[in-house]
């Protein structure tokens, strides 16, 4: 807050006494913490100071510059302005082939600012692109099992930040990155049973939702995905996460999802596999999981008559009649559209159905504003039953 301070500790920063220098540097980075943005912006002139010094050869020292730029970054559009044409890029480039642990898993988190900025889409994606920064980053992650887990956490969120900005996902696609994900999914659930590294479920997150992501953006990815293997692999990581980690499973379902939409293969292998019942055991875990699952399930019942009698036949009505009967509107809703379409392509399920006591689930949502149109659709359809002469 006084006039020169920053000037005065610029200059203790480039001394050449390394003990004063980094008494300087913790300085900087206990000032970059602050949140208002005035003290980024009393920080610009230090930005190619901390620029030049990551190349030095003290790894705390490194280390320290660039949790600094991190922390400026975030809270400075003023500060990233500036650091684009100094070449933060390029200088994180060279950075990113560190033999040093505490350096790349510093050089992720400064990385994962610059691509958390509203302006990242247009001015920072495209000159990560066209450095060497992706082929890194994903074999960082892709060996995060066997060492560098921090890194590998922090460059999976990158890689992920990249994804979202709806511009790059094909030059990942070019790199291999799906064919690379899914391996590194296929070799956790391998290791599941024995030694997990610590800290495995905050790699695991960014993965998934970089799979799930890349799916989405990219039309004809399912196709190159057609591996049983990551079914399976799926479905192990979601029974060893679901106590300890619940957020897994969201994720989980978010993939199960994003596969099943469009892909026959999947659906077909969901119920050969035997993985149905796994499956239907999360319809208590939350409103959120119940949710997925049962998007999942009409993805799967979406693809015809074959799918649904196979649903059928594997006792999906039994456990659907108690989740018929929550008081969660989204989930009330979308057991509604599975319900269809079963009823659609398999009439002796509507009939079934009316033998559990479904018509009473039904009824109790008649009044309910959001659900009653639905409601009175299927009440129709399971009363061209055979068996609603009964009731």
């Given at each position: 807050r006084l006039d020169g301070s920053i000037r005065t500790l610029i200059g203790l920063f480039t001394?050449?006494?390394a003990d004063m220098?980094?008494?300087?540097?913790?300085?900087l980075h206990e000032l970059s913490h602050s949140s208002d943005p005035a003290v980024s912006e009393a920080c610009l002139p230090v930005t190619s100071y901390l620029l030049t010094y990551l190349s030095g050869h003290s790894v705390a020292f490194t280390e320290l510059c660039l949790y600094t730029l991190g922390n400026l970054v975030v809270e400075s559009a003023a500060v990233r302005r500036q650091l684009l044409p100094q070449g933060i890029i390029p200088v994180l480039a060279s950075c990113i082939q560190s033999p040093h642990e505490a350096v790349l898993e510093g050089l992720g988190y400064v990385l994962s600012q610059l691509l958390q900025a509203k302006e990242a889409p247009t001015e920072i994606v495209p000159l990560v692109l066209d450095s060497v920064l992706p082929q890194h980053m994903l074999r960082m992650v892709?060996?995060?099992?066997?060492?560098?887990?921090?890194?590998?956490?922090?460059?999976?969120w990158c890689l992920h930040y990249i994804i979202c900005s709806h511009t790059a996902s094909a030059a990942l696609l070019s790199l291999g990155a799906l064919p690379a994900l899914t391996s590194l999914l296929l070799d956790v659930a391998?290791?599941?049973p024995q030694d997990v590294p610590e800290g495995l479920e905050l790699l695991i997150c960014p993965v998934l939702r970089c799979l799930s992501n890349l799916l989405v953006e990219e039309t004809g990815c399912q196709g190159q995905l057609q591996d049983e293997r990551l079914l399976i692999a799926l479905f192990l990581i979601?029974?060893?996460f679901l106590q300890q980690y619940p957020f897994i499973i969201q994720e989980c379902l978010w993939l199960l999802n994003n596969l099943t939409a469009d892909q026959p293969f999947f659906c077909s292998a969901l119920l050969s596999l035997g993985l149905l019942p796994a499956l239907l055991q999360l319809l208590s875990c939350s409103q959120m999981v119940a949710v997925l699952v049962l998007t999942v399930l009409c993805n799967v019942a979406v693809k015809g008559p074959a799918f649904c009698q196979q649903l059928h036949l594997q006792r999906v009505l039994p456990l659907l009649l108690p989740t018929l009967v929550l008081p969660d509107p989204q989930v009330v809703g979308q057991c509604l559209e599975l319900l269809h379409l079963l009823f659609l392509h398999c009439p002796e399920a509507a009939a079934d159905f009316l033998k559990q006591g479904g018509h009473?689930?039904?009824?109790?949502?008649q009044s309910s504003p959001e659900l009653q149109e639905r409601v009175q659709a299927l009440l129709g359809m399971v009363g061209q039953s055979p068996e609603a002469s009964n009731f």
């Open positions: 001394s050449s006494l220098q980094m008494e300087a540097a913790r300085c892709c060996s995060g099992l066997r060492a560098a887990t921090g890194a590998a956490v922090e460059f999976a391998s290791e599941i979601l029974q060893s009473q689930a039904l009824e109790q949502h």
